[in-house]
């Protein structure tokens, strides 16, 4: 469903750079956004590109305090009861 802005509100959201957090009388809170705000908060979760991401991921799975320490090499493996 798609519903019509208002016009202060539609003029709120254009002058932010963030989404716009407005409150109902009920006291719930709703964040009003661009179609760019969203896909830049929704879709883009850095500004890294593909090989970027990919490269530092890589250096994560060296890492001998994270998903390189020792035994690490079990969560690899298919977990047997799991598969029964």
């Keep these: ?26 006291g719930r809170v709703y964040f009003i956004m661009t179609g760019e705000q969203f896909r830049k908060y929704v879709y883009d979760d850095s500004e890294l590109l593909p090989d970027e991401m990919l490269a530092a991921a890589a250096s994560q799975l060296d890492d001998p305090e ?17 598969n029964s």
């Excluded at 994270?66 to 969560?75: F, L």
Aim: proline share 5%; aromatic share 4%.
């Design 1 to 26: 469903m798609i519903e019509k802005l208002n016009d202060n509100i539609a003029e709120a959201v254009s002058h932010h750079e963030l989404p716009l957090e407005v409150r109902d009388t009920a």
């Design 66 to 82: 994270g998903w390189g320490a020792q035994d690490m090499h079990e969560y690899d493996q298919d977990d047997p009861a799991a």
